[in-house]
């Protein structure tokens, strides 16, 4: 958990869960892998569960963290609240139950707004039913190539009252995009030693489908070896549109 976030699109990160298990090429160089080898070797108790290693690692094993489904309650001040920042909600290993409880949190804490991403849209869809929906709830897939545009369409039957998209780490065009239902978009390329680097034409292309649509639009980063190299203009400016907000 951190009461501030160094992510440009939020404001704090919760972690009810942590842990996950890579599914797609936009996992291959996952920062909160990296931190949690780093934080298990540190001690830190909510990381000591390692995974498989074929496609997570040391610390970084899905674990339910019940103690910390009572933090939001502690923030009185309004925040936007990225919710699982090291792991994925909709992870097969993370119960039906705990999840449910993650959602009475957040109905239960309505002054703040809470964006959930997840890479398991398959999941998200067969149970969205069986949750409640409240208003301060963003729901948002990555989708980082053509390949994962199924994603997308599984958003889009989600009754959330915000759906986005997180292209990041963008590893490809993505040409048509289906933003229909779509609220939101951010776009951003990779940082980290091993950076795969970003075409500028490609967030071009976002950039402009969304305005065509007139999608708030947000670009995060160009990315490199670290996520402030190359910095957040395109061209000459910055775009920080948010839903309901002007950038």
């Known amino acids: 958990m ?13 972690n009810p869960t942590t842990g996950c298990d890579r599914v797609s090429a936009g996992c291959d160089h996952c920062y909160a892998l990296t931190l949690a080898k780093r ?16 496609t997570s690692g040391p610390g970084f094993g899905v674990t339910v963290h019940p103690d910390a489904l009572a933090i939001p309650y502690t923030w009185k001040r309004p925040r936007v609240v990225f919710v699982n920042s090291m792991s994925d909600l909709f992870h097969a ?18 002054h703040h707004t809470y964006q959930v991403l997840t ?20 729901m948002g897939v990555s989708v980082e ?14 009754p959330a009252a915000v759906r986005f998209l997180s292209c990041e780490p963008l590893l490809a065009e993505l040409p048509d995009l289906p933003l229909e239902g ?11 030693f091993q950076a795969r680097p970003v075409d500028p034409e490609w967030i071009r ?3 402009d489908q969304c305005v065509r649509a007139r999608t708030p639009f947000f ?16 061209d000459g400016r910055t775009w920080n549109q948010m839903p309901g907000l002007a950038g």
């Open 2 to 14: 951190a009461d501030k976030s160094a992510i440009e699109w939020t404001e704090a990160t919760w």
């Open 39 to 54: 934080l298990k070797a540190m001690g830190n108790p909510k990381y000591q569960n390692d995974g498989d290693p074929r």
């Open 93 to 110: 290993r993370v119960p039906m139950d705990f999840i449910r409880e993650v959602f009475d949190v957040m109905a239960e804490t309505p």
């Open 119 to 138: 890479k398991r849209a398959h999941r998200l869809t067969r149970i969205a039913e069986k949750l409640e929906w409240p208003t301060n709830v963003w």
């Open 145 to 158: 190539s053509p390949h994962h545009y199924d994603r997308i369409h599984d958003l889009a039957k989600v």
């Open 182 to 192: 779509i609220d939101w978009v951010i776009a951003g390329g990779e940082s980290g």
């Open 205 to 207: 292309d976002i950039r």
């Open 219 to 234: 670009f995060k980063q160009w990315g490199g070896t670290t996520s402030k190299s190359g910095g957040r203009e395109l």
